[in-house]
T-cell receptor, first 110, second 116 residues
Framework: SQQGEEDPQALSIQEGENATMNCSYK?????LQWYRQNSGRGLVHLIL?????REKHSGRLRVTLDTSKKSSSLLITASRAADTASYFC??????????FGTGTRLTIIP | NAGVTQTPKFRVLKTGQSMTLLCAQD?????MYWYRQDPGMGLRLIHY???????AKGEVPDGYNVSRLKKQNFLLGLESAAPSQTSVYFC???????????????FGPGTRLTVL
């Protein structure tokens, strides 16, 4: 299975601090994506990093990918209360399907 | 653009009843997906479609059927609902020939289904 496994399962930080969450997967990928889910809502695509990229930035988000270790990390800098959500990684093997793990539940404490 | 919409938002069924969940997208996407999300289980793929008139099984297809008669719509049917099908159901779509990354999925707001 390509299922991404996020770590930690839950993370609480003070507003303004940085949040880092990790993802591990099992086999080769075309790209890896990160999604956010606010409570009671659908998932929203955040960022995609291709297998030949090592790092990518989008606003306050920084994603790294290490294909040799089959792992990725998502860093959210200068966290805000609105960042409180669950975050999922989704490895994409290139067969039109994604698999999602159980996510990291991030809580930002005002 | 409305993106991906789901109907209904909430539903309560009795065991053995049937129902159909409707997903509609206005992005001219080729691929559409149905997932279920249960506490502690993440999202699990039920069925998916790579084009009008096609469907395929995902990770947990038993007890569900789907149809993709029109490109913009993907229907999920429960013929005889069971309490184990109590869940939140999400529809998603991806891939347009006119551009965008084919793997990026766009999700609907979800349908919360309770089977008593």
């Amino acid at each position: 299975s390509q299922q991404g496994e996020e770590d930690p399962q839950a993370l609480s930080i003070q507003e303004g601090e940085n949040a880092t969450m990790n993802c591990s997967y099992k086999t080769s990928i075309n790209n890896l994506q990160w999604y956010r889910q606010n409570s009671g809502r659908g998932l929203v695509h955040l960022i995609l990093i291709r297998s030949n990229e090592r790092e990518k930035h989008s606003g306050r988000l920084r994603v790294t990918l290490d294909t040799s270790k089959k792992s990725s990390s998502l860093l959210i800098t200068a966290s805000r209360a609105a960042d409180t959500a669950s975050y999922f990684c989704a490895p994409a093997p290139g067969n039109e399907k994604l698999t999602f793990g159980t996510g990291t539940r991030l809580t930002i404490i005002p | 653009n409305a993106g991906v919409t789901q109907t209904p938002k909430f539903r309560v069924l009795k065991t053995g009843q049937s129902m159909t969940l409707l997903c509609a997208q206005d992005m001219n996407h080729e691929y559409m997906y149905w997932y279920r999300q249960d506490p502690g289980m993440g999202l699990r793929l039920i069925h998916y479609s790579v084009g009008e008139g096609t469907t395929a099984k995902g990770e947990v297809p038993d007890g569900y059927n789907v149809s993709r008669l029109k490109k913009q719509n993907f229907l999920l049917g429960l013929e005889s609902a069971a309490p184990s099908q109590t869940s939140v159901y999400f529809c998603a779509s991806s891939y347009s020939h006119s551009g965008g990354d084919p793997d990026t999925q766009y999700f609907g707001p979800g349908t919360r289904l309770t089977v008593l």
